[in-house]
């Protein structure tokens, strides 16, 4: 029994999703469970619509229709008979935002923006199935939230291990002995029955929830790259396949913000010791690169970018020291405001911390921060982490830079940084 887990790019337009039914029907008639994230860019425009409704703005509703008008375009051209019952049990599932949109925005912000963001992974997974039966390739559509199980922190909820395993282990392998399952990333269900989500490209960690609970032989995450690269193409001209990395070195990467595995998607597999393999559904009869317990050094150094930074710089109002009192209390405001540290440095009496631009969390946490500290602040800057770094490869990324931050150890080194 093996995980697919295919992302947006994969399924962005018609060829991509025949292309992806392609690799579904090459696996064979069952024992596969694939794991679908929302098509192309429909999760930042369903955000959109969210937070035009959470703040009263008349655009939402045109906001919807051009979401709908985007996927009802894609059905038109895969499934030409229109009364193949996808068209209905689209529109259906669209019906839940829309009776949303009717009332106020009363609700927790965090509540309603998972309600409606999580409809994409819903409408994808139903258009793949209807597609893979309409190939003659049998499957079963299943419902991620009957499976896995939440707490409500919404928009980052933590997984109820227990109960997900045993609602997975009770209901999954029936269907699985039927045919391939398609089920959805990203989302979960909560104990009052209410959608939530597991953060912002949470479909990978999805996957290994799954490959975890079912005992999966592995997993793959089918990419538009050929497998897990010493850097993001998006900043290197060139760049390096490694054909193989350690469970460690993995999850050192995705903390680090390497964005092509969900950071928390190594540890359930891990636990198991189910190998995970990145592909590319581009090519795919390429190996990729395959992630296992086996301990192995990456041959190149490998360079992790995260833009839009803010460098905050916490001290004592009355310039006493720094002591575990003080960072104890800190890290609790960072909390409480959902804040996640990108990197930390800590002097004797200053604490400074890279973190993402969020303009509403960034304000109210400074807000918190400064009843008690003096706050100074830096944005527009740049974290570059290097793994398994050298001085050539700091002087590479720090050229006609100023490096405002500098943390280094063993075989990390992470530098704030911006242009001069």
């Known amino acids: 029994m093996q995980v697919y887990k295919f992302g947006g790019a994969s399924i962005k337009n018609i060829e991509g999703i025949k292309n992806v039914t392609q690799i579904i029907q090459s696996f064979g008639a069952?024992?596969?469970?694939?794991?679908?994230?929302?098509?192309?860019?429909?999760?930042?425009?369903?955000?959109?619509?969210?937070?035009?409704?959470?703040?009263?703005n008349e655009t939402r509703h045109e906001i919807l229709e051009s979401i709908k008008d985007f996927h009802f375009e894609i059905i038109s051209k895969l499934f030409t008979d229109t009364k193949n019952p996808i068209y209905n049990d689209v529109a259906n599932t669209f019906v839940e935002i829309e009776w949303l949109l009717e009332e106020d925005a009363e609700d927790a912000p965090d509540y309603l923006?998972?309600?409606?963001?999580?409809?994409?992974?819903?409408?994808?997974?139903?258009?793949?199935?209807?597609?893979?039966?309409?190939?003659?390739?049998?499957?079963?559509?299943?419902d991620a939230r009957n499976y896995i199980q939440t707490d409500n922190n919404y928009r980052e909820a933590n997984v109820q291990w227990e109960k997900t395993t045993n609602e997975i282990q009770k209901h999954l392998p029936s269907y699985l002995e039927q045919g391939i399952v398609i089920t959805q990333g990203f989302i979960g269900n909560t104990s009052e029955n209410f959608t939530s989500t597991l953060g912002r490209e949470g479909s990978d960690y999805s996957a290994a929830i799954f490959s975890a609970a079912l005992d999966a032989e592995k997993m793959t995450i089918w990419k538009d790259v050929p497998g897990v690269l010493n850097a993001d193409p998006k900043w290197f001209d060139e760049t390096e396949k490694i054909p193989?990395?350690?469970?460690?070195?993995?999850i050192e990467l995705t903390y680090y913000g390497a964005t092509v595995i969900h950071p928390k998607t190594i540890k359930p597999i891990q636990n198991k010791g189910i190998p995970l393999y990145v592909r590319s559904f581009i090519h795919p009869a390429e190996l990729g690169t395959e992630i296992s317990s086996e301990a192995t050094t990456p041959p190149v150094p490998s360079f992790i970018f995260k833009?839009?930074?803010?460098?905050?710089?916490?001290?004592?109002?009355?310039?006493?020291?720094?002591?575990?009192?003080?960072?104890?209390?800190?890290?609790?405001?960072?909390?409480?405001?959902?804040?996640?540290?990108?990197?930390m440095l800590n002097s004797a009496i200053s604490f400074s911390v890279s973190i993402d631009n969020d303009e509403l969390k960034i304000e109210?946490?400074?807000?918190?921060?400064?009843?008690?500290?003096?706050?100074?602040?830096?944005?527009?800057?740049?974290?570059?982490?290097i793994r398994y770094y050298n001085q050539q490869t700091i002087d590479r990324v720090t050229e006609n830079k100023k490096v405002w931050l500098e943390v280094k150890s063993r075989n990390t080194c992470q530098m704030v940084m911006k242009n001069l």
């Open 113 to 142: 923006y998972d309600q409606i963001v999580s409809i994409g992974e819903l409408v994808s997974s139903k258009i793949i199935a209807a597609f893979l039966n309409q190939q003659g390739t049998f499957c079963v559509w299943q």
């Open 307 to 343: 833009v839009n930074q803010v460098l905050l710089s916490i001290s004592p109002k009355d310039f006493s020291f720094i002591i575990e009192e003080n960072l104890s209390h800190i890290f609790a405001i960072f909390h409480q405001n959902k804040v996640k540290v990108n990197t």
């Open 244 to 250: 193989q990395l350690s469970y460690r070195d993995a």
């Open 364 to 385: 109210n946490l400074i807000k918190d921060l400064s009843a008690d500290f003096k706050v100074k602040y830096n944005k527009d800057m740049e974290l570059v982490t």
């Open 30 to 56: 069952k024992n596969l469970l694939v794991v679908v994230s929302a098509m192309d860019k429909t999760t930042d425009r369903l955000q959109e619509l969210a937070f035009a409704h959470i703040n009263g």
